[in-house]
Each structure stands twice: as C-alpha cells, then as structure tokens.
C-alpha cells in the first residue's frame, strides 16, 4: 500500500491552486485538489477577474450606445435603454463556462476534486468534509478576501453597503454609489456603475489613486475619471456608516483630521483591499506562523518553514493578482516534482480594466530613481496615429531605462488597450532588454504597441512624431 493517499494535495482550486493542480498531474504526480465553493475557478473565476470583466465590457458597449459615441461613425440609435438583467444573465454565462472548463480539465488530466473546506490534522493529512487525507506534499493556496472595515458593516443581501461580491451581483443601477478606496476593485466597478447610470463618488484615504502605480499614472488617473464623471474625495477616511431604510449615510472626515461632513448613498462599495485566507485552515496544528501582514512566508521556491507545506498565491506575500498565483502554481508544481520551477516578482505586470487601461510592469519612475540614475522616455497617445484615427487620446507610454546600462526597469502604459500592450514590455524586461532593444524592434503600422517603441525611443531623446 502506497504510504500517502496523494504524492500532492492542494487546497484552494483559485488561479494558483487550480494551475498548480494541473501542472502536478502533468507531471505525473497523483494530485487531489480541494475547495470548498460549488465551483472551480476561485475568486477570480466567480467573483474577481471573470466577472468583473464581464461587466467591465458590457457596460462599455451600453456607454458607446447610449451616449451617442457611435453616431460619429454613422451608427444611428434610438432610444436606448438598460436591460441589466440580460447584461447579468451574460456575466452568469462567462463565469460558468470558464468554472466548467475548469472541472472538464480536472477530469482529463485526472485531478481529484475534494469537496469541502480543508483542515490540516499534520503536515501530511488535510482533513476535508469528515474525512482524512494524506499527503507527501501540500501546497496551501486559499487565497484572499475582502478586508473588512470596521464601522462599515457590509451586508450583500441587502445590496446598500456591499464588498465587490455585492457590487458585480446588483440587480439595480443605483442612483449614488460611494467606492471606499480609490484602488483597483473602486475604479473598475466604480465605472461599471457610472457607464450604466450611477453617480459615482470615490473617497481615498491618500492623496492619489491607485497605490502602487508609477506617480504619472496615479496623476494622470485621477484627471481622466473626473474628465469621465466620476468625483473624487482623494485625502479623504470614512469613519462610520449607518443604514436607514434604503438609504446608507457616511461620515466622512480629511484623512490628516478636520472638520467631518455627510454623504448618503444608495449603494456604498467597500474596496479598501484584501487579506489572506487562512481562518480554519489548522495552521496551529502544523506550527505555522503568519508575517506581521497575515500573509504566509515562503522561500523563493515557495516552501513553508514546515517540511513537505508549500504556499502560493494571494495569500503569500507580493501582488495580489490572478496571473502571479497561476505562475507560481506552475513554478511550486515543478519544484514539488523535483525540477526548477522560479518566478520573476520582479516582472509581474499588473492592469487596471478601466477605459482606457493602465497597465505597468517593474519599477515605477519613483523607485527606479532612488536606486540610482535613469533616463525616462514618454510618448503620448495622443500623437499615436492607430489611438488618434479610433478617438482614443488618452494616456501615454513611459520606458524607464538605466541611465548607464540602458537596461529596461519600468515600463507604464495609460490606452485604450494598455493590458495588451504591456505584454510587449513583460516580456522585453525577462529577456533583459534594453530600450534600444524596444527601439529599434519593428512594430506594426498602426498600431497601439508603435507608442511602446516611440517611448523607447525618447529614452535616447529621438521619437519620432512628437
Ligand atoms: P483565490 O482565487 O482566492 O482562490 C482560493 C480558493 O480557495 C477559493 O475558491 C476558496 O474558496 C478556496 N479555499 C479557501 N480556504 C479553503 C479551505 N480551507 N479549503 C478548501 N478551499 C479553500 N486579478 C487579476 O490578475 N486580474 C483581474 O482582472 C482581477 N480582477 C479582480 C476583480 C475582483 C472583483 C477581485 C475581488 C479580484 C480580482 N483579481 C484580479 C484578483 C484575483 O482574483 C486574485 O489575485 C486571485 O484569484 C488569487 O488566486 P488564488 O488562487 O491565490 O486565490
Ligand atoms: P487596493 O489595495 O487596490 O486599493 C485599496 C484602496 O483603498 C487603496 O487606495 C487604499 O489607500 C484605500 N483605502 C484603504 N483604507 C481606506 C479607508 N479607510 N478609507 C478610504 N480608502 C482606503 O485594493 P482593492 O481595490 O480592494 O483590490 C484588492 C486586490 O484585488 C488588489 O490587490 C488587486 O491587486 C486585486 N485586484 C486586481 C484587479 C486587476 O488586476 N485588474 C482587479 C481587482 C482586484
């Protein structure tokens, strides 16, 4: 008898787990994965990425429709009107198309699916739906949820005060709806509700939207979504939230302290960012501790401090993102099967699915600087002829190249279509490219991607169409 039920047992089936799972039976090892939702896919598959996308686009096309953006190109409309079910009804389609897919690829690659929340017993045995399993090796990818904000008691049933799981599932277009944080979750579903009729108010505690982007971007952003309706209450905390019939009243206050005032909305989403999933997970059981974050501590090849317990994903340290947790969910199979799996952190592109997108890869201009002497080429959309003939002027391109080697650090993009563009980027910098490297790199006409190379170019201070 085999000493271990599985050579392999993930928990959590979400981007990282489920893409590990998969690669580990590719590799020939038995694997189980467990998960605890009706379906596969994790956050991203039924209440992240997957859907928020789906209401990202449809709300785009009802905006185009309806705010006669089309007649310009002879397309003539009547009145046109929201039938927010069929748009939901469509979003419910993508989700369980991909979650599906997910369960088709578990069977043809012959990886069991546990249902139920796992527990850890030891090290080796993961105990799921009363039942015990054992392990040579575990990975725990669990992922993250929303970070709750005390005051503000998110109740997604009755869709006034919701988190992002609410906010993708109303089934109303509210009148007023307050984003708490200007962050990734705040400006998508906070267009996708302005681009279907809501007024959109977002309070951020900093100074600037988006954390984490190059300044440029951060400045550009917070123009274009007042350009677009939206109103900012940047330098701005919510200290408390009451509910009164179908009415939420927030007190809000300048984040350095001040005189407080009064919002009322008819929906207010929070989205002030996500903490790791690891409640209930037995992690006293094996003696793992957690950092000061919550997260769990990896090495580089994404094993724990205890013996055969790896970790990815959202709820080990870096960007919270889909594509990082499947990376390493390929890189930890590989090392569990004894080859070399690793993941460049330091080339993660991350994307905003706003109109237009912002997307960025590496160091912003801001860290760069403080590790030593750069040269920064920036090209303007505007100027872009593809972004130009499409009514797209919006945004920018910025390479942030060594001033010395010439070596590509950063790159930020602002367009209609930046998450692609950023593609380019990625993979220049994992290769070790140079701007020089972009520059002289033949890019189609006309294209988006030509502001990437005419950026490159500024580096050496030689566009050409500006
Ligand atoms: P998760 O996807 O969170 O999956 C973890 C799974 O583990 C869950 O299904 C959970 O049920 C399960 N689980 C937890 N505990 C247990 C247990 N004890 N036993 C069994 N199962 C368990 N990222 C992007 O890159 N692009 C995007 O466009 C994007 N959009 C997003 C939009 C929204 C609204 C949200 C909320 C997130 C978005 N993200 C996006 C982030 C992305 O969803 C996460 O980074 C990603 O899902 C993390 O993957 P994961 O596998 O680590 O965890
Ligand atoms: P976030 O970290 O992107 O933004 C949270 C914002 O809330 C920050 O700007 C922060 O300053 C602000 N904030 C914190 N406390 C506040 C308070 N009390 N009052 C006002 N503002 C406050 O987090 P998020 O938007 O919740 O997203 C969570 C995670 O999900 C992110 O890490 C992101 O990577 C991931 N995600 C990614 C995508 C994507 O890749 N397109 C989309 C959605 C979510």
Redesign the pocket.
Known sequence: MAEYDYDLIV???????YVGAIRAAQLGLKTAC????DTLG???LN???IP??ALLHGSEKFEEAANGALARYGVKLGKVELDLAALQADKADAVKGLTGGIEFLFKKNKVDWLKG???FKDAHTVEVAGKAYTARNVVI????SVTPLPGVEVDNDKGIIVD?TGA?ALGKVPAHMVVIGGGV?GLELGSVWRRLGAKVTVVEFLDALLPGMDGDVRKEAAKIFKKQGMELKLGTKVTGASVKGKKATLTLEPAKGGASEVLEADCVLVSIGRRP?VD??GLDAIGLELNARGQIETEHDFRTKVDGVWAI???IPGP????K?SDEGIAVAENIAGQTGIVNHDVIPGVV?TSPEFAGVGLTEEQAKERGEIKVGKFPMMANSRAKTNHEPDGFVKVIADAKTDKVLGVWAIASVAGTMIAEAALAMEFGATSEDIAYTCHAHPTHSEAMKEAAMGVMGKPIHI
Request: positive net charge.
């Open positions: 928990i959590g089936a979400g981007p990282g787990g467990v998960e605890g939702r994790g956050t991203c209440v992240g990425c928020s996308k929340y796992g527990k990818a669990t992922g993250s992002s993708l979750i999933n209930g997970l994903g959202d709820c919270m993102l889909a594509h947790a699915y």
